[in-house]
């Protein structure tokens, strides 16, 4: 398919099935160019992490607004992550540290006046019990809300492969998948730690960029460059996709309802469904109802 650049449109629907008339609004995030880090649905808004500021979009009124180091305590333009807990805070993860909005005022967190390991923040992700756990490029870091509890872990004290940490995912369980550079995946439940990689499963990916459970309990495994793996709760297996399909690496956001992927440059919607067999996903790729979000250059 041919690039092309145009506004980058996340579409959201109600309701979502392969095959059917697709009823959907469209809101505008960002402008064509502006590459998008992590997106998180909270409600009435989505927060778009990006490497030109933090935008903030009303889904009802489609009003945008961006944050930036300009008009707010940022301390970067380039955002990096966000997450939202449960009483509306917004984390925010930079390049220069970490900011925590409740709309009114922002906390400004770093090496400073924190236990953070690094103040580039790589990953963000909220469990259930409204802990943050943060990637940084030199460990994995557990806060609670009022950040006034911490654990640092790190290749001396944890079974983290390496240090720098490229992503954090999680499932129904409240499992805690972290994804490792050229290091593979981990599974924190608790104070129990598995690890997955080439040598001790059939994950052979070094690079993992998302974990995204489906409805029915199967896990979509993103990659850097070696497409997406399934798994079952047991095994790995990688999903043969044909030549037509050419790309390499595969994001994964979580909205409301539905799952934003992101295939190279080529962004899509999905149900929780998603994609049981290679088949299904080629068929899914080539939905024309469902296909296409933005192509961006």
Not at 217 to 230: L, R
Not at 240 to 260: E, G, I, Q, Y
Request: aromatic fraction near 12%; hydrophobic fraction near 35%.
């Amino acid at each position: 398919m041919k690039n092309i650049a145009v506004t980058f449109l996340l579409i959201i629907t109600s309701s979502l099935s392969f095959g059917s008339n697709l009823e959907t609004n469209i809101y505008c995030l960002a402008d064509s160019g502006t590459k998008i880090n992590a997106i998180v649905d909270n409600g009435d808004y989505v927060w778009a992490a990006t490497d030109n500021g933090l935008i903030k979009m009303n889904k009802k009124t489609k009003k945008k607004y961006i944050l930036t180091k300009e008009n707010s305590n940022l301390p970067s333009n380039l955002v990096t992550a966000v997450c939202t807990t449960s009483n509306g805070n917004v984390w925010i993860g930079t390049n220069k540290g970490l900011v925590r909005y409740d709309n009114y005022a922002y906390i400004n967190l770093d090496m400073e006046n924190t236990p953070l390991p690094h103040n580039y923040i790589t990953a963000l992700y909220t469990d259930r019990n409204n802990n943050v756990w943060i990637g940084t490029r030199k460990g994995l870091v557990k806060m609670n809300d009022n950040f006034n509890e911490y654990f640092v872990y790190d290749t001396t004290n944890s079974k983290l492969g390496g240090n720098i940490v490229i992503s954090i995912s999680g499932d129904a369980k409240n499992n805690i998948w972290v994804g490792v550079k050229n290091n593979g995946l981990i599974k924190i439940n608790n104070n129990t730690w598995n690890i997955f990689n080439d040598i001790n499963s059939d994950l052979t990916a070094k690079n993992v960029l998302f974990v995204a459970q489906q409805n029915n309990g199967t896990y979509y495994i993103g990659t850097h460059k070696d497409g997406i793996y399934i798994y079952n709760g047991n095994t790995f297996t990688k999903l043969n996709l044909p030549t037509s399909c050419t790309f390499t690496t595969c994001r994964a956001f979580k909205m409301s309802n539905c799952w934003v992927y992101r295939f190279d440059n080529l962004y899509m919607e999905c149900n929780g469904s998603g994609f049981s067999t290679s088949q299904n996903f080629v068929s899914y790729m080539n939905n024309e109802k469902t296909k296409l979000l933005a192509e961006v250059k």
